[in-house]
């Protein structure tokens, strides 16, 4: 265990419903990312939030919208998604992500992921 | 443009058997590299880490290298086992910057056969 949960772990959903995903971390970290994962490409950073304000948004679609209630939680909440959506969903947290230089500051603890099917 | 490329993209050994996954990296500066491991339908989890001054790194039956001049690394494999199946995954860390600039490679999927 790594201390980032996320929940549910698979979810099939068609193109008009409206779900979220939930991530929670128990390591007192005040860093969360959303990634996206696809088959044979690298991990896709998405968002970032530091100390509960995003501090980054990497050109993602408005159909996936963020939200951090706390240091602790982050979601993303789906709607309309499209096929080429459907890939493995990755919360990560690390302690801060504005502490530059160094092994101890960038290291980001990953949850196991929601395997996402859009039909 | 800082990139990290893996190779192979895939590889099937026996069990029992050495292997060695490489990453070659174009990220500069760099603060660090880091292998980790991820099992199917599971998040990455670290292996090892290595800084600019550190050229070797082990974790049990995995040691990871790395020469900072050609700006490559490898993972080397011991006596691998059922449970090694999984994907590698190199990211290297840019000097002086947070956690969401690391750069990610394509990975490595491992299969390890009885």
């Known amino acids: 265990e790594t201390g980032v949960t996320q929940t549910p772990r698979h979810l099939v959903m068609g193109m008009t419903n409206k779900k979220s995903l939930k991530c929670e971390q128990h390591l007192g970290h005040n860093a969360m990312y959303w990634y996206k994962q696809s088959a044979k490409k690298p991990l896709e950073l998405m968002f970032v939030y530091n100390f509960k304000e995003q501090t980054e948004n990497n050109s993602v679609p408005s159909r996936f919208s963020p939200e951090c209630p706390n240091s602790s939680h982050l979601f993303l909440h789906l709607h309309t998604l499209q096929p080429e959506d459907s890939a493995l969903y990755l919360c990560?947290?690390?302690?801060?992500?504005?502490?530059?230089?160094?092994?101890?500051?960038?290291?980001?603890?990953f949850g196991p992921g929601t395997r996402l099917t859009v039909t | 443009k800082n990139q990290v490329e893996q190779s192979p993209q895939s590889l099937i050994i026996l069990e029992g058997k050495n292997c060695t996954l490489q990453?070659?990296?174009?990220?500069?500066?760099?603060?660090?590299l880091r292998w980790y491991k991820q099992d199917t339908g599971r998040g990455p989890v670290s292996l090892t880490i290595?800084?600019?001054?550190?050229n070797t790194k082990s974790n049990g039956r995995y040691t990871a290298t790395l020469d900072a001049d050609t700006k490559q690394s490898s993972l080397h494999i011991t006596a691998s086992q059922l449970s090694d199946s999984a994907s590698y995954i190199c990211v290297v860390s840019p000097g002086y910057s947070s956690a969401s600039k690391i750069i990610f490679g394509s990975g490595t999927r491992l299969s390890i056969r009885p």
């Open positions: 990560a947290s690390s302690p801060n992500d504005e502490a530059p230089g160094g092994a101890r500051n960038d290291e980001q603890y």
């Open positions: 290595m800084t600019f001054s550190e």
């Open positions: 990453c070659n990296y174009t990220v500069s500066p760099f603060s660090n």
